[in-house]
Antibody, heavy 127, light 108 residues
């Protein structure tokens, strides 16, 4: 069955760029839409971005100016870059698969619920 | 942005009893509502989508209902593995998809 595994540095310095990768095993990264979701320690969930291998992307407006998401079909993985990080970006970062959803006509965007999650990776922003 | 509000923040229930969790949306989301379970130290797991459809492998003791702005997740007879935090998520308006702040179900 399909499994997701996040990887990346556990510690990032303030103002630098956080870079994470999610490896997809047991299936093809070209078959689904993929998302990043984060959870600050002791807090709730925040959707960050989604992407399809064709280049279709959607970013959380609150983070859009600092985000880049990409898919590498040759490695069967997808990645997230979040620039200019601060302590507020400290969180467990999850990669997840869009299992189904809908379509928001007002924003011309697909929408998703998430049926498969990675185990998550804790990223701490600190000097 | 649609705001999702869950209540109560903490629910104390005895094993075998029924648990009823609520989720309210700041505007109508139709049936574009999902529920997730998160056990300590684990990733969230999809329970319900479309407000009332159980995800693959989810026991029948979990049921979802509601539409528009008011939703309910019911666990008919709590098992030990059900003590966890539960989140609702709307996917009607995007971006962003928004989650509630969670309800913790604890052992009474």
């Amino acid at each position: 069955q399909v499994q997701l595994q996040e990887s990346g540095p556990g510690l990032v310095r303030p103002s630098e760029t956080l870079s994470l990768t999610c490896n997809v095993s047991g299936g093809s990264v070209t078959s689904y839409y993929w998302s990043w979701i984060r959870q600050p320690p002791g807090k709730g969930l925040e959707w960050i971005a989604y992407m399809f291998h064709s280049g279709v992307t959607s970013y959380n407006p609150s983070l859009r100016s600092r985000l880049t998401m990409s898919v590498d079909t040759s490695k069967n993985q997808f990645s997230l870059n979040l620039s200019s990080v601060t302590a507020a970006d400290t969180a467990v970062y999850y990669c997840a698969r869009g299992g189904g959803g809908g379509y928001d006509v007002s924003t011309n965007s697909l929408s998703w619920y998430f049926d498969l999650w990675g185990r998550g990776t804790l990223v701490t922003v600190s000097s | 942005e649609i705001v999702m509000t869950q209540s109560p923040a903490t629910l104390s229930v005895s094993p075998g009893e029924r648990a009823t969790l609520s989720c309210r949306a700041s505007q109508s989301v139709g049936s574009y509502l999902a529920w997730y379970q998160q056990r300590p130290g684990q990733a969230p797991r999809l329970l319900i989508y479309g407000a009332s459809t159980r995800a693959t492998g989810i026991p029948v003791r979990f049921s979802g209902s509601g539409s528009g702005t008011q939703f309910t997740l019911t666990i008919s007879s709590l098992q030990s593995e059900d003590f966890a935090v539960y989140y609702c998520q709307q996917y009607k308006t995007w971006p962003p998809g928004t989650f509630g702040q969670g309800t913790k179900v604890e052992i009474k």
